[in-house]
């Protein structure tokens, strides 16, 4: 098989700590959802998807109820477009006030960085929307990411589990599926990018998955630690 020259990763799991997602941005996102609403609920963009929502449980209904909806998808994790929509609206003002920076794994930036000097383009596929995407690029623990990255992907290609989303993805980024890899924590999301050719690595963090997936649980994927153990 090639050495890829595409990386395309994940985030939560991968990248960063799944406990920063679910400890600091969730209840962030849930506790101002709506004051949020209520300021911002008529401007196009919100209401967009404020409507889609609606649209999803019944029809015409009161934004409280698009609220409470919204919060009960944060605390199941939903993985649904609207919604990553929304909170990444609403994330934007965290970053920008300070409340918090985006979480990073100590090895990841200097990895990312040296891929980049090396010439190998980066692309990140989270189920997060694109706007949530750069926001925590660019506001990390270590700086401004955002120059790293060539493009972003998020569930409006398709879902993560699809491989119709990576076929997608290959033909927006223009190179053969074999010559990307794709990183994630989720097997099987790598196993639905296989499908479509790409190549992949298990990112098998003890911080996040204590107790460590090998044989039969890794569905032959190449398992890694961490970004450090990532060869190409």
């Not at 990841?108 to 706007?131: R, T």
């Not at 990390?140 to 997608?168: I, M």
């Amino acid at each position: 098989m090639p050495h890829p020259t595409v990386i395309l990763t994940d985030i939560e799991g991968t990248t960063s700590s799944i406990s920063f997602v679910k400890n600091v941005l969730f209840p962030y996102a849930r506790k101002a959802l709506p004051a949020f609403v209520a300021a911002h609920g008529q401007q196009p963009e919100v209401r967009r998807w404020l409507d889609a929502v609606a649209v999803e449980i019944g029809g015409a209904c009161q934004d409280s109820l698009i609220v409470e909806t919204l919060q009960g998808w944060i605390d199941q994790d939903r993985k649904h477009t609207a919604l990553k929509a929304l909170q990444g609206m609403i994330w934007e003002s965290g970053y920008r006030n300070g409340d918090y920076k985006a979480h990073f794994y100590p090895e990841v930036a200097a990895v990312l960085k040296g891929w980049h000097a090396e010439g190998k383009p980066l692309y990140v596929y989270s189920s997060g929307s694109v706007p949530a995407q750069k926001q925590f690029f660019g506001f990390s623990e270590a700086g401004d990411l955002t120059g790293l990255v060539s493009g972003w992907f998020d569930t409006e290609v398709g879902g993560k589990r699809e491989a119709d989303s990576y076929r997608h993805i290959v033909k927006a980024i223009g190179v053969p599926a074999g010559q990307i890899v794709f990183l994630s924590d989720v097997v099987e999301e790598l196993d639905a990018a296989r499908e479509a050719g790409l190549q992949t690595r298990l990112l098998d963090r003890l911080d996040d998955y204590p107790l460590p997936r090998s044989g039969e649980a890794t569905h032959g994927h190449d398992r890694v630690e961490n970004f450090q153990q990532i060869t190409l």
